[in-house]
């Protein structure tokens, strides 16, 4: 076993040397331009793109031609917040989404709102998930789209996505899904799920960073986005840019590993999973952050109670994992996902995201357990609130003096 | 980002970690920070006759750098008069953790949690407690 152990696959994966092996030969030998129509450089590179196009797609259960390459799902969820407000705003200006999504999303529908749209941002309930009557009581008339995630980034709640496209489009909105943290994990399927719109990236499903997919449905209804950068009409006229090649044909390969083997992997994932939270949450205070029963089966939200979150990391120096502690980001402010859960702050504080993946071992795992276990039982021996928590003291009643 | 050798070494061994009897009227405790804050510092000195720090305990709720600028306060405060102790100036503290600018409000906690501890002390004991100037933030 090689120290420092990674476990926090939900923030980027090791890419899978046979997505490496894929890739090579489209650095030097295949490095034609996918839009160089007339020499046998151009097809070649176009005839892997296309082959890349079926494999995204299939993972999905879409078609090729639903498949608009990106730089990644930033970029993705960019083009079809800003995209379908710009086709459809003659239609409505008002799209609903919830607090919990990833920054892409939340930044993109305030831009939105600068441009004279109305956007919705929906709490969740404490386990994470969305209320579907709260969502239908926000759908109004000029609603055109809603956009919530599959499966969230830092507790790994899956979302009750066939309800919610239901519900949006018995309003006649379109439904959009950031499904970057879902997509390779579990099955995800655009026709059964009713998505309209759909977000996905590579180094999330062991493959290459910086480049990514959305889907777009062309039947049923067509769906179009209006094009966020000018340019040579690239993808459908939805994004132009010359075509990251390699990047794009490293995507699919991902994408085909991903559909062989996601099965078992998402079995042996949540083994795995299980076995560590059930080993952590021994620990006194210690609790399982968003819903258990719909969560992907490879991301674990543990806070410890009266313990700090980077404080706890550094004592786990030879794992990676990530915390909502507001220490880990230059803002001082925990995570806006654990807060809306209702969680309080010292909680957010105390929290640590275990992200297991393709490469994960047993031994691994039992190391992780073990480095926890005991950094959480040094540091409550350092930690004064602890100590009041062992004497019996309501820290609700102690007047903090707030810096 | 990462810590300094210093912060490692106070971290991994931190000194002076522990408790003393708050209602011994030689014991000065001073607790500052909030846990929504995600900092909480207890610093706490015995005092002996001749206004001498002669022991300094500290524990802290926060990350590696608050828990090494705590430490650190406590091996600064052993065998000061209170007077100079109230001396301790948090960018002394910042300079000798190289502390980065992100972290600099724990070497503020520290020097707050110091100032507490000793304006509990001179309360208890009928002195006046002293105002602190500076304003941080």
């Known amino acids: 076993m090689n120290l420092p152990i990674y476990l926090d696959n939900n923030a980027t994966t090791p890419m899978d040397p046979r997505v490496l092996e894929a890739m090579l030969p489209y650095f030097n030998e295949k490095f034609g331009n996918a839009a160089s129509r007339n020499h046998p450089f151009g097809w070649v590179a176009e005839e892997g793109v296309d082959y890349a196009r079926e ?34 705003k003659e239609k409505g200006n008002h799209i609903i989404t919830t607090v919990t999504e990833h920054k892409a999303i939340l930044d993109a529908c305030k831009h939105v709102e600068k441009l004279g749209g109305k956007v919705t941002y929906l709490p969740v309930k404490e386990d994470g998930l969305l209320d579907l009557e709260e969502l239908e009581k926000a759908m109004t008339n000029d609603t055109i789209l809603v956009s919530v995630m599959y499966g969230n980034n830092e507790i790994g709640v899956i979302q009750p996505i066939k309800e919610i496209s239901a519900i949006a489009h018995k309003y006649g909105a379109l439904f959009m899904t950031d499904a970057v943290q879902a997509v390779g994990k579990i099955p995800v399927d655009v ?17 290459p960073k910086g480049v990514g997919a959305l889907y777009v449905r062309r039947k049923g209804p067509r769906v179009k986005v209006t ?15 010359t ?31 299980d076995r560590l939270q059930s080993s952590l949450t021994v620990l006194e ?40 502690s507001a220490c880990t980001s230059a803002s001082l402010e925990p995570s806006y996902v654990l807060k809306s859960l209702g969680l309080s702050d010292d909680l957010a504080h105390s929290s640590i995201r275990f992200g297991l993946g393709r490469f994960t071992t047993d031994e691994e795992v039992d190391y992780a357990i073990e480095v926890t276990k005991k950094s959480v039982t040094h540091l409550r021996e350092l930690s004064p609130l602890w100590e009041m928590f062992k004497e019996g003291i309501d820290l609700d009643s102690i007047e903090w003096a707030e810096h | 980002m990462a810590y300094s050798e210093k912060v490692i070494d106070h971290y ?49 709720f926060g990350c590696g750098s608050a828990i ?35 972290k600099i409000h724990c070497s ?30």
């Open chain 1, 55 to 88: 494999q995204v797609a299939k993972l999905i259960g879409a078609s090729d031609k639903e498949i608009i390459f990106t730089s990644g799902a930033t970029e993705s969820d960019n083009l079809a917040i800003k995209g379908v407000f710009e086709m459809y």
């Open chain 1, 191 to 207: 026709n059964r799920d009713g998505i309209d719109l759909l977000a996905l990236s590579a180094h999330k499903i062991y493959g």
């Open chain 1, 227 to 241: 094009a966020q950068m000018d340019g040579g009409g690239h993808e459908r006229g939805m994004r132009s840019g």
């Open chain 1, 243 to 273: 075509l990251n090649v390699p990047g794009i044909v490293g995507l699919g390969k991902a994408c085909e590993l991903c559909g062989l083997e996601m099965e078992s992997e998402a079995k042996r994932l949540s083994v795995m999973r």
């Open chain 1, 285 to 324: 205070e210690s609790y399982v952050n968003g819903n258990v029963e719909h969560r992907l089966p490879h991301v674990a939200n543990i806070s410890f109670k009266y313990v700090e979150g980077e404080g706890l990391m550094m004592a786990m120096k030879d794992l990676a994992v990530s915390s909502g």
């Open chain 2, 12 to 60: 991994t061994n931190p000194r002076n970690v522990g408790t003393l009897d708050k209602s011994n009227h030689k014991v000065g405790t001073g607790l500052v920070g909030a846990p929504e804050c995600g900092d909480v510092m207890r610093l706490q000195i015995q005092v002996d006759d001749n206004n001498m720090i002669t022991d300094a305990k500290f524990k802290t």
């Open chain 2, 68 to 102: 090494a600028s705590s430490s650190l306060a406590t091996e600064w405060l052993k065998g000061k008069s209170i007077d100079d102790a109230m001396k301790i100036d948090n960018m002394d503290i910042v300079e000798e953790l190289a502390l980065p600018p992100v």
């Open chain 2, 108 to 137: 503020v906690l520290a020097e707050d949690a110091i100032k507490a501890a000793i304006n509990d002390y001179r309360v208890k004991n009928g002195m006046a407690p002293i105002e602190s100037e500076k304003v941080h933030h």
